[in-house]
């Protein structure tokens, strides 16, 4: 029943933490129990970008003082976060031990109270990244249409074909300012990752750049604040796209797949 997404990016500062804060909402409000859980261990950001102090992290799972279940806060009737400390030492790359004990305590959690699991990864290519990407039944991949991004995004994808045998990507290209422009640079760019990685990756949606989006930033989702918007809407297809696509299993990491239900 559960289907675990990972959201991923090579570059920082792409929006990717947007995106799936607002995806949390929109399934928030269909109805689907989501937790949203913050894969950048040591410098969290999606307590912020609701504005939140939580009281407990994953620092406190990992240091033993409570279990998974009980450090889940509760954003609405539908929405749950599991969020990471911010700016704390030693939690940058997590321990062999620390991510099969966060593996397996999440397979439980999810697998009982979740239709979706999004994970907001750190950006960056590192170990942790790829291992928790692997574990997700569906792989997100923000990106710009600037090189410096879209190469990074390439390095993802290959990472994660040639060291997991992963082969089915959704690309979503964000802080657009010239749409046809950025559909074309990025429909180049997934024909070159077609033929070099032999992978499968479709474009989900452009994302036009907006400030109103960095300033909903800490406050109300932009869905909230803008529930009839272009934008919205597009975010919506991306929601509504994912539901639909039957999610592919892999010859990687096992973990979540016996959850798997639509």
């Known amino acids: 029943m559960t289907r675990v997404i990972s959201f991923s990016s090579g570059k920082g500062g792409v929006g990717k933490t947007t995106l799936a804060t607002n995806l949390g909402c929109l399934w928030s409000k269909a109805q689907r129990k ?34 998974l279940s009980e450090c889940v806060m509760r954003i609405d009737d539908h929405l749950d976060l599991l969020a990471s400390p911010s700016g704390v030492m030693g939690f940058e790359e997590l321990t062999e031990e620390q991510r099969n004990q966060l593996f397996f305590e999440l397979d439980a959690l999810g697998t009982k109270n979740y239709d979706r699991i999004l994970i ?15 574990a997700a039944h569906q792989h997100v991949v923000v990106t ?29 290209g964000a802080l657009c300012t010239r749409l046809r422009e950025a559909e074309r640079t990025l429909n180049k760019f997934m024909e ?15 994302i036009p750049w907006d400030s109103r989006l960095i300033k909903s930033f ?16 597009r975010l919506e297809r991306v929601r509504s796209r994912l539901d639909f696509a039957e999610p592919k299993k892999f010859h990687g990491l096992q973990y979540f797949f016996d959850t798997i239900h639509s």
Do not use: C
């Open 192 to 206: 070159t990752a077609r033929t070099h990685l032999d992978v499968r990756v479709q474009l989900l949606e452009l």
């Open 218 to 233: 800490g406050n109300k989702p932009f869905v909230d604040n803008y529930p009839n918007d272009l934008i919205t809407e």
């Open 120 to 134: 907001d990864h750190s950006s960056g290519i590192h170990w942790g990244v790829l291992q928790f990407a692997a």
């Open 144 to 172: 710009t249409p600037e090189p410096t991004s879209y190469m990074d995004a390439y390095a993802i994808m290959k990472l994660l074909s040639k060291r997991f045998a992963i082969r089915d990507f959704w690309l979503v």
């Open 34 to 67: 989501t937790l949203l859980i913050d894969g950048d261990w040591a410098l969290g950001k999606l307590s912020l970008a609701y504005g939140l102090r939580p009281e407990w992290t994953i620092q406190t799972v990992l240091e033993g003082k409570k279990p």
